[in-house]
T-cell receptor, first 115, second 108 residues
Framework: GAGVSQSPSNKVTEKGKDVELRCDPI?????LYWYRQSLGQGLEFLIY????????KSGLPSDRFSAERTGGSVSTLTIQRTQQEDSAVYLC?????????????FGSGTQLSVL | SQKIEQNSEALNIQEGKTATLTCNYT??????LQWYRQDPGRGPVFLLL?????KEKRKERLKVTFDTTLKQSLFHITASQPADSATYLC???????FGDGTTLTVKP
């Protein structure tokens, strides 16, 4: 596609439920990032995929968070047993090769609200 | 820990004036810094990258400087317009580190 696509754009869930957020990166981009942005805050790094390498999961806040990237393209971020503090905008970004200094192309994000 | 700090949460200026936003980094020496613009409800959009051996970079009305002695980058918007109103983020994407952003409001 023309840009990074994220779905759904909004998700409202109840505390304790599991949610899946989807990211479709720009075609041909080998690097994919997930970030979390709480209201009025900067971006918090969650996880990074580069090609077929093992993902960098160092930013995942707890074992309730996981992500996978199938076929080197689409990625899914899963949050199990959601908590109210998980409410935030989840942003996905991709870059062509993952080299240092490459600009990130972001999607519009998924606004997650946990009631 | 490695940090990027943007000192001002908000900056209000009059149309036509120059906006200057500050980004400071601590506990490391990034080889480059990037600046992004974020509008409400949207993801950040890349504006400029400046490397540590570049003192200044320009793009249209935008100018970025990098001072490794002060550990600081300055982002300038000259002849500002209401359409420049947005949140501007400083980042070192190699470490996936972003500042909290400065929200600029340009008043007509």
């Amino acid at each position: 596609g023309a840009g990074v696509s994220q779905s759904p754009s909004n998700k409202v869930t109840e505390k304790g439920k599991d949610v899946e957020l989807r990211c479709d990166p720009i075609s041909g981009h080998t690097a994919l990032y997930w970030y979390r942005q709480s209201l009025g805050q900067g971006l918090e790094f969650l996880i990074y995929f580069q090609g077929n390498s093992a993902p960098d999961k160092s930013g995942l806040p707890s074992d309730r968070f996981s992500a996978e990237r199938t076929g080197g393209s689409v990625s899914t971020l899963t949050i199990q047993r959601t908590q109210q503090e998980d409410s935030a905008v989840y942003l996905c970004a991709s870059t062509p090769g993952g080299a240092g200094g490459e600009k990130l192309f972001f999607g519009s994000g998924t606004q997650l609200s946990v009631l | 820990s490695q940090k990027i700090e943007q000192n001002s949460e908000a900056l209000n200026i009059q149309e036509g004036k120059t906006a200057t936003l500050t980004c400071n980094y601590t506990n490391y020496s990034p080889a480059y810094l990037q600046w992004y613009r974020q509008d409400p409800g949207r993801g950040p959009v890349f504006l400029l990258l400046i490397r540590e051996n570049e003192k200044e970079k320009r793009k249209e009305r935008l100018k970025v400087t990098f001072d490794t002695t002060l550990k600081q980058s300055l982002f300038h918007i000259t002849a500002s317009q209401p359409a420049d109103s947005a949140t501007y983020l400083c980042a070192h994407t190699g470490k996936s580190t972003f500042g909290d952003g400065t929200t600029l409001t340009v008043k007509p």
